[in-house]
């Protein structure tokens, strides 16, 4: 009788095991990530803490930037809704931890895609929303008109647990260079010391340099050198293991970049479900059922269209108008002539 | 019977366990789901990043290890730096707050007041930034006693170039033991015989000599580089040759100290104020002068009344060293637990290992201070 009981239990226990398991890879197929953001209503948001062009906040806490529109296109797409996103300021140093201990779901801060970021440290990479590489900004009056006219004794100010920092040194390091690294972990600290005269020249992403100078007491005389010395992929990451939530943000931003390379725009987007070329009807979700396949509605991608805009309105918007990159260099389509080449949404 | 009285300490016991198995093992499980290993290996790699200001021979071609132990080291020079300075700082304004004049008094009070009440990190963020702004560019630099240049870039003094220093430092040390014993011998002597020894004079001269003999008989040689102005660009320059305190080193140290002596000239007055005024009336009328009254009576007690306090004080003192991380000092929290932590993305081992770090610093400061506290102590028999 005893030993009938024992049996027993140990049946249901491992019922119970099973059971749980079975739900388990069901729920997972789900997202959990996904499940969790339609429950709480907004999209957490990792950015910078002030970069103007790729994630900025005005007076009235309103943030805007080519990385915080990755953020609304996601929020476009899950909730129907791109004013969804609760935006969390994040330091360089901050930003890793605050994505894998699970504080924002989407970390859309000018990141570096590396390898030792996407494999080691439990980050996955899903695209690159600005093709960047580093740079150097020096007073106009020093003479300085190229990085080989750095000496020996050079001081440089840099932002703190970036790529710059290494990439700095293999730079100084090749040309026999020795030098003085000052690092910062606020970028309006490194800005500030720059323009005390702490240091002889100021490194980051090209573009970071074009943003931060209009921060300068006399941008004027102040001026970026034309070499670059990194390749600096920046894109949108997250947290390993959720394929689902990966493949709803990835296809979110190739969304927006393939919307400009078959010309539909926020105002042009309804008229388009009309289109002639299927690859637009489906880029509208006039055709196919794409949206099944990410956990979404067909809609998706038109909303993202019509309430963020395709990626070059994007661009105008927060970094061509704002006169800090006028000219889009590589983050030009690949059909005219720059870098812009996406997977297609079929 | 013995058994109920262990019971709540055993479930304490059990509880705390469980507490952190929980963490321990949601941080495992959470780990392993994003794909995260954990191991202290990364310490052996190549670091692939410099530091600005290092007190051992360090660039990216040395370890994670190498790295951690220059930033422990610069935590090690700004607190101890702070440290003296607070502390000499503290007894002269703790002292002053004594003084019958009262401008002194006044004055003592009011620097006091102010930098106790402004929070440290502003405090920090001033003197950085005021100092960048107020410090001349290495080209417009007046040289004090023609070779010392304080700068926006650091402040650059000449360096001593040796040779067989390590003879000249076991010169030094032999001249500290030696005065030891002279010490102990001249209390025996004052004890028995009631003579009293110059043993100031003694241990100056031994001070002087023993590393003058160094330099005479032990090949110890020493030449002084001073730093030299250079050009970088058409208008930038700095200094070459010499010793180089950057500024972020000044200005943290000044910042620390200033605030840290606050609290300490506190513990000061009210060490002082705690010895009961009869002992100074007892000891002026069997005759001492007022200086003796100050040495022999009055400081050896309150020195009972002003360590314990200070000892915390030491404390934070060396935890807030750990704000340098907002003005660019490469201190243990700059290099270690910012730029390596974000070059390898060993979030927990780093931390845990800096946590480590600062416990044994705070442990080692408060083993020493309680040492000098017991020995101090009334010796009751």
């Known amino acids: ?346 | 019977m013995n058994f109920k009285k262990i019971l709540p300490q055993l479930l304490t016991l059990v509880v705390v366990i469980l507490v952190f198995g929980f963490f321990s093992y949601n941080a495992q499980v959470n780990m392993e789901n994003r794909g995260i290993t954990f191991g202290y290996g990364f310490l052996s790699q190549e670091s692939s990043f410099d530091v600005q200001f290092s007190l051992i021979e360090y660039d990216g071609s040395h370890s994670y290890f190498r790295a951690y132990l220059v930033g422990l080291l610069n935590t090690i020079l700004v607190s101890v730096i702070g440290i003296i300075f607070a502390t000499i700082i503290g007894v002269v304004v703790g002292i002053a707050r004594l003084s019958s004049n009262y401008l002194i008094e006044r004055t003592a009070a009011i620097y006091v007041e102010f930098f106790r009440n402004i929070p440290l990190l502003l405090q920090i963020f001033f003197w950085y930034f005021a100092a960048l702004r107020a410090l001349p560019l290495p080209e417009k630099a007046e040289p004090m006693f023609g070779v010392f240049f304080l700068t926006i870039k650091g402040f650059f003094i000449p360096a001593f170039i040796w040779n067989n220093l390590d003879i000249f430092i076991y010169s030094v040390i032999a001249a500290i033991i030696a005065i030891f014993f002279v010490r102990a011998y001249a209390k025996k002597k004052q004890e028995n015989q009631g003579t009293q020894t110059p043993v100031l004079l003694i241990s100056i001269g031994l001070l002087i000599i023993l590393p003058l003999l160094s330099f005479l008989l032990g090949g110890v040689d020493a030449s002084i580089e001073i730093p030299v102005i250079e050009q970088l660009s058409k208008t930038s320059f700095t200094f070459k040759g010499g010793l180089k305190l950057p500024p972020e080193l000044i200005s943290l140290a000044l910042a620390l100290s200033l605030y840290t002596a606050t609290f300490i000239a506190e513990c000061v007055r009210a060490g002082v104020q705690g010895v009961s005024k009869g002992q100074k009336e007892a000891a002026a009328s069997i005759g001492l002068t007022p200086n003796q009254v100050l040495k022999l009576v009055v400081m050896p007690q309150a020195l009972r009344i002003i360590i314990p306090p200070t000892t915390n004080q030491y404390l934070n003192l060396t935890k807030n060293s750990s704000l340098a991380a907002a003005i660019a000092y490469p201190d243990l929290v700059l290099v270690f637990a910012g730029t390596a932590l974000m070059q390898t993305g060993r979030a927990i081992e780093i931390v845990s290992i800096t946590m480590l770090t600062y416990l044994t610093l705070s442990i080692t400061i408060s083993i020493f201070m309680n040492w000098y506290n017991k020995k101090i102590a009334i010796k009751e028999k």
């Open chain 1, 1 to 346: 009788m005893f030993k009938l009981v024992k049996r027993l239990t140990s049946v249901v226990a491992m019922f119970a095991v099973l059971f749980t398991f079975t739900t388990e890879t069901m729920a997972a197929k789900k997202s959990k990530t996904l499940k969790n953001t339609q429950k709480k209503g907004f999209v957490r948001c990792g950015v910078s803490q002030g970069l103007p062009g790729f994630s900025n906040a005005d007076a009235a806490g309103n943030w805007t930037g080519v990385d915080v529109d990755v953020c609304r296109a996601v929020a476009a797409a899950v909730l129907g809704d791109a004013s969804k996103v609760k935006f969390t300021p994040l330091s360089a140093k901050e930003r890793f931890t605050a994505l894998t201990s699970n504080e924002i779901d989407i970390l859309s801060r000018n990141t570096t895609w590396t390898l030792s970021r996407d494999a080691d440290i439990g980050l996955t990479f899903v695209g690159v929303n600005f093709y960047d590489g580093q740079g150097f900004m020096v007073r106009k009056n020093s003479g300085i008109s190229s990085v080989n006219d750095f000496k020996a004794g050079v001081s440089a100010c840099t932002n703190l647990g970036t790529t710059t920092e290494l990439n700095m040194r293999d730079f100084f390091n090749s040309k026999g260079i020795k030098y003085e690294p000052v690092t910062f972990e606020k970028a309006d600290e490194v800005v500030a010391a720059y323009d005390a005269g702490r240091c002889d020249t100021y490194t980051t992403d090209k573009s970071g340099l074009a943003a931060q100078r209009i921060k300068l007491s006399n941008p004027d005389d102040h001026m970026v050198l034309p070499e670059t010395i990194s390749k600096e992929p920046l894109g949108p990451v997250v947290r390993q293991g959720d394929s689902v939530w990966e493949d709803i943000v990835r296809w979110s931003l190739n969304t927006m970049i393939e919307a400009e390379e078959y010309g539909v725009t926020s105002s042009n987007a309804d008229m388009m479900k009309t289109s002639d070329n299927p690859a637009v009807k489906r880029l509208v979700g006039a055709e196919g059922e794409l949206g099944a396949a990410l956990g979404l509605d067909n809609e998706w991608s038109l909303r993202i269209i019509k309430q963020v805009g395709n990626y070059g309105e994007s661009y105008k918007r927060n970094i061509a108008d704002t006169g800090i990159l006028p000219d889009r260099g590589p983050n030009e389509l690949w059909t005219k002539g720059g870098i812009l080449y996406v997977p297609p949404a079929r």
